[in-house]
Nanobody, 126 residues
């Protein structure tokens, strides 16, 4: 079955960096769109970035544009999220998600994704 496992979450100081990983198994990874989301306590799940199956088409949410970078390695069945200049408002549980679709919409909507990982905690202190 589809399995997504996030890792790399940690506690860092403001201005620091982290790289999250999303390891996939149970499906043909190179055919799927992958996205990163986050959810802070009491807030809606927010779409951060998505990448199409080949890695040639990438979208970012406004809150992370210029600070976060998504990439995928289809030989390792893994998607990464490089996060720079982290701020306390980036504190959340970070999730990766996957879906199989011919096209990737520009809007990073949780309704578009069918499988989810368990999440990894990122805490940023000031």
């Amino acid at each position: 079955q589809v399995q997504l496992v996030e890792s790399g979450g940690d506690s860092v100081q403001a201005g620091g960096s982290l790289r999250l990983s999303c390891a996939a198994s149970g499906f043909t990874f190179g055919e799927y769109i992958i996205a990163w989301f986050r959810q802070a306590p009491g807030k809606e799940r927010e779409g951060l970035s998505c990448i199409d199956s080949s890695g040639g088409n990438i979208h970012y949410g406004d809150s992370v544009k210029g600070r976060f970078t998504i990439a995928r390695d289809n030989t390792k069945n893994t998607v990464y999220l490089q996060m720079n200049d982290l701020q306390p408002e980036d504190t959340a549980i970070y999730y990766c998600a996957s879906t199989y679709a011919p096209d990737m919409p520009w809007r990073i909507s949780k309704e578009f994704y069918t499988s989810w990982g368990q999440g990894t905690q990122v805490t940023v202190s000031s």
